[in-house]
């Protein structure tokens, strides 16, 4: 940890490689769990295990799953969440609530919604307004 620090101490404010990224970064990724402010419990029916782990897409993200990421680099930073949150009546709330406490503006675009597929071995996910975009 200490070898990182330094490196993004060392790394001048605009050091990046020849792609462009930065030269220098720590990356945290960590689970999370939404809860449901009514019972203080996770949500019920959003988990992997109520999922399967079906695998979303190539870089380990299953749904049911909730995680953050947060990268601080020498050129620069961000914060990536995936979340996921019930698929039912209790979105617009669950949304709101998030939104609520987010110290970030969730995204306007990039809702979707997960539905079992035809077969029952895997889901499907179509586009869908955000449930907190004004």
Not at 1 to 17: C, G, S
Not at 70 to 78: E, L, N, Q
Request: glycine share 8%.
């Amino acid at each position: 940890m200490d070898a990182v620090l330094t490196a993004l101490d060392d790394a001048e404010p605009d050091a990046v490689t020849r792609y462009g990224r930065s030269a220098a970064c720590l990356v945290l990724n960590a689970p999370v769990r939404l809860v449901d402010p009514a019972g203080r419990e996770p949500y019920a029916g959003v988990s992997e295990e109520d999922t399967g782990r079906f695998a979303v897409d190539g870089y380990g993200r299953t749904l049911g799953a909730s995680r953050v990421r947060a990268t601080i680099g020498s050129a620069a930073s961000s914060l990536s969440l995936w979340l996921s949150f019930p698929a039912d009546d209790r979105l617009s709330a669950a949304a709101a609530q998030v939104q609520k406490h987010a110290p970030v503006r969730l995204a306007a675009k990039h809702w979707r919604r997960w539905t079992p597929g035809r077969d029952e071995a895997g889901y499907r996910s179509g586009k869908i307004p955000s449930p907190v975009a004004r």
